[in-house]
């Protein structure tokens, strides 16, 4: 199937929808389709007015918002060159970004910008903000783009006398393999890298989405956005699917803390839930574990009469915290606990695991919860190939390829890293390890880059280890790592949950102790961890809440 005009699907969105609600701030503003038409239109006017031409970069930097959104679309169809930027970058970090891609014009946000340097970023003509109502420009360093915003409301009068209406909307026409979204990753194993997203990878995924939910979805629909926007699995499944097809997008206006979270969701009901493990974990730990764990209710699992009814009963509070309205929860962009995972399946909680990366925007694999396989991150999507480099796909790990109509174009100004990631044959090698089963269903054992040697020369996943001891008492997050032949599990305990059972240090580190020894029986015998040590704080995670492993490799233990 060849990929369709991805800024036509934008403009005939918006004809479409006019009249409905699309972007909202919400508890404060929202903009109606024919609301982000006309500031879309407005922003051309400044990007022609300042001599920005297709193929230039435009950054966008700041929390999600509906201006945000507003920017993205409005720099896609006029055929320039969108460069998301994750808010939370350190500002040294942004700085290279905008530097690194050359961009022309940055939008950014009021909670980033008192932290950035404009000296720091020459090569930028004009910095606007985007979380305020007309754009304001915070630097302008030409005449021209001075003057575009001077003058902007003069001008849109002047190109549409006779008020904007929808058959006014003539967008740039894409074509598949050209340059959309220089997407910078997020920095779990190494620095950021330009990813080059093409028009066809985003048209891709959006008809993908509209295959496998549009039955469910439909205009008017509500979902709220809680994944940043500069990552792509936020960006695609949260925003760009829900716009383009009729479904009003939430964007939280305060920090997502998780009372924040359960307010927004039963006030929103969101018709979709896109989240990463680290929120759902949580959650099922805190309102549905405790639950299982009574003597009552052991009891009651235990009897095959009232087993269903119990299930049953958890299966339904756990829905109603997530607003009872949703399809699915559709969990990705980390590793899933295996022993939470459990628990949803036992109760048969509507979720499933997909999985993809940056450089395929976002999609590999993906299956609906009813044909889900637990364990799994689903099958192979339209228009993508999988394969595993293995002799036994099925039963030996290999390095996970894959190739298709998603796959990026390469990496910005880096032909050797492109070289390394994309090879002769056109196969992405994502850096995961897994295996795939008759039915095409793949499961993820790791990243090669983590992979650990044993003494006698065994691959150790550190992950699967990781998976079990984080099931074990008061251990919030943890790392394992690698010392001469020795494995350590660096754990960091919530501090409120050690107060609340009135432990000790010294009654800690035993606890400690005692996990070691049980998860030391259930794993194998190179896996087995010679000590754990307690770290202090949490550890550093990516924006899509990936500890990053590499900064704890060196960790004196």
Not at 30 to 51: C, M, N, P, W
Not at 337 to 366: K, M, R
Not at 412 to 418: Q, S, V
Request: glycine residues 8%; proline residues 5%; aromatic residues 10%.
């Amino acid at each position: 199937m060849e990929a369709k005009s991805f800024n036509l699907c934008v403009q005939e969105s918006l004809q479409k929808y006019w009249n409905i609600d699309g972007l909202s701030d919400y508890g404060l503003q929202t903009f109606q389709y024919k609301d982000v038409a006309r500031i879309i239109e407005k922003l051309h006017i400044i990007f022609e007015a300042s001599g920005v031409k297709p193929g230039d970069k435009i950054a966008i930097c700041g929390r999600n918002s509906a201006r945000w959104g507003i920017a993205f679309f409005a720099t896609l169809t006029y055929g320039a060159v969108a460069v998301p930027i994750l808010h939370e970058f350190h500002p040294e970090q942004i700085h290279d970004i905008v530097n690194h891609s050359e961009a022309k014009l940055l939008f950014v946000g009021d909670q980033v910008w008192p932290k950035l340097n404009a000296d720091r970023m020459p090569g930028l003509e004009g910095i606007f903000g985007n979380t305020n109502e007309e754009f304001k420009l915070l630097v302008g360093r030409t005449e021209k783009v001075k003057y575009a915003r001077e003058n902007l409301n003069r001008l849109f009068g002047e190109k549409f006398p006779m008020n904007f209406r929808p058959h006014d909307i003539n967008y740039y026409r894409d074509s598949p393999d050209e340059l959309a979204v220089l997407n910078y990753t997020s920095g779990t194993t190494s620095n950021s890298k330009g990813v080059m997203i093409p028009f066809r990878a985003l048209w891709s995924n959006y008809d993908f989405a509209v295959g496998v939910l549009g039955k469910d979805m439909k205009p008017g629909d509500k979902v709220l956005s809680m994944l940043p926007m500069a990552h792509m699995y936020g960006m695609a499944f949260e925003f760009i699917y829900e716009f383009l097809h009729g479904v009003t997008v939430y964007f939280l206006s305060k920090t997502p803390s998780p009372a924040v979270l359960l307010s927004a969701f039963a006030d929103i009901k969101p018709r979709l839930v896109v989240a990463v493990p680290l929120i759902i974990e949580k959650i099922v730990r805190k309102a549905v574990l405790p639950k299982l764990q009574t003597p009552i209710v052991k009891l009651a699992l235990h009897t095959p009469i009232l087993r269903e009814r119990v299930l049953t009963e958890v299966r339904h509070k756990l829905q109603d915290a997530f607003g009872g309205n949703f399809i699915e929860i559709i969990v990705g962009g980390a590793a899933f606990s295996q022993d939470i995972e459990a628990v949803l399946h036992d109760i048969g909680f509507n979720y499933t695991v997909g999985y993809g990366t940056t450089e395929c925007a976002p999609i590999i694999s993906y299956a609906g919860w009813k044909n889900f396989r637990q364990g799994s991150c689903g099958r192979p999507v339209p228009r993508m190939e999988v394969r595993i480099d293995s002799p036994d796909p099925q039963h030996i790990p290999g390095e996970i390829l894959t190739r298709g109509m998603n796959v990026m174009l390469g990496y910005f100004k880096n032909e050797e890293a492109t070289r390394q990631a994309i090879d002769a044959d056109g196969w992405y090698h994502t850096g995961d390890l897994g295996v795939m089963d008759d039915e095409q269903n793949i499961f993820i054992k790791g990243r090669s880059k983590n992979m650990l040697l044993g003494a006698n020369g065994q691959n150790i996943y550190p992950e699967e280890i990781e998976d079990k001891l984080s099931s074990l008492p008061f251990v919030s997050e943890c790392v394992v790592i690698q010392k001469d032949e020795h494995l350590y599990g660096l754990v960091y305990s919530d501090p409120e949950e050690v107060r609340a059972a009135g432990l000790s240090e010294a009654m800690l580190e035993a606890q400690m102790e005692e996990n070691r020894q049980e998860l030391n029986k259930i794993v194998p015998a190179y896996s087995r961890l010679y000590a754990i040590r307690l770290v202090p704080e949490e550890f550093e995670k990516t924006p899509k809440k990936s500890i990053k492993r590499f900064k704890y490799l060196d960790y004196e233990v």
